[in-house]
């Protein structure tokens, strides 16, 4: 009783840190494991992935990477492989820090979903009713640019369906707009970001077309206007803390430099060099642009609370953070059917789409064989990778330091673990 009361004091005082507090150290609880029996898997099998990324190794293909799988909610696998930084001689570690770049995106669309919930955003909102610059968005077009016809929404940005890209479309008054903007600079704060978006023109009407951009930036900068806090403050504050995601955020601390990998680039055939030093990198410093694209460093642990909070429908350790009607819209693909499946340039990713902030395998194609209808996922720039496969209450997280992408550890893990679920 007496300390109910003093708590109610303290919040009188500090406003909701003190319940703030009790939710975060629920969240640090360690994750629950199994043996491999235990969840049905075969710990033989799983043996295998041990082989296959040593191999990788061997070959000079990457320098180290971690492997964790959750079955049926509980942790079976969570090991370290090689090095983390080949000049330096350190061991790769469970709890190494990675840059995750795309893995963001998740993130970030599910903190505006909370918004969606709580009636301060509608997905289907046009953009422009929180950043007025998009009132009058304009279409690139061969060498020139028209008004919009398509109103651009929320839902756009989620699915990237709005017509933002990377700079790299192959539309050249959209690409070189980009490039003279230069949109993605990290000392731009997201609002300044806001305000060249008036001055970009998109690549195709909003919601007719698929590309891969910086949607998920612009939708940063809406959680940022909506909630009246920045947007790290807001994920810190509605998913980092109540998940226990203690190793995320925009930048590495002094504290945990240590435990930062290097990355690396790769020419594909074997030779690897060091493309971004851990004592030397920009993630040592907190950026003015917190992009909610790809700016997040993590762990595997951390990403793995992430995911597990979805599979279970948008709970967490007793906490909820969503309803499962808007997991769903995360999980199942919501581009229009007119538009098709998702692609990359040339390469098309046969009977998959794109969900709020996952990609979702609706049917099984030629891309990406050993993949399982209704599995969910993303990755990252420094070949980070994630997939979910709800029919089997599997996830699996991969992570490297490599770049360009390559789909390398994917490819070659998931037909070995999805081969140890027991029949």
Known sequence: MIRSILCVLVLSIIGHQCLHAQSADVATKKLPTADAADVGMSADVLAKVDEAMQESIDENRIPGGIVMIARHGKIVMHKAYGKMDLEADKPMKPDTIVRIYSMSKAITTAAALMLHEEGKLDVNDPVSKYLPELKNVQVATDDKTHPATQTMTIADLMRHTAGYTYGRSGNSPHDEAFKELDMLQRDDSLETMQTKLSKLPVAFEPGTDWQYGISIDVLGRVVEVVSGESLGDFLRKRIFDPLGMKDTGFFVPADKVD??????????????????????????????????????????????????????????????????????????????ESVGWIKFGEEVRGGVGFGFGFSVRESMSDWDPDGRV????????????????????????????????????????KGLIYDAIAP
Do not use: C
């Open 259 to 336: 435990r930062f990998a290097a990355n690396y680039n790769t020419d594909g055939k074997g030779k690897l060099t060091l493309g971004d030093a851990p004592d030397e990198s920009p993630y040592l410093k907190a950026p003015a642009f917190e992009s909610g694209g790809g700016g997040l460093v993590s762990t595997a642990e951390d990403y793995m609370r992430f995911l597990l909070m979805i599979t279970a429908g948008g709970t967490f350790d007793g906490t909820r953070l969503l309803k499962p009607e808007t997991v769903a819209l995360m999980t199942t693909n919501q581009v229009p």
């Open 374 to 413: 209704g599995e969910y996922g993303w990755g990252g720039a420094a070949s980070t990778h994630y997939w979910v496969s709800p029919k089997d209450n599997l996830v699996v997280i991969t992570i490297e330091q490599i770049m360009p992408y390559q789909w390398l550890t994917e490819f070659k893990l």
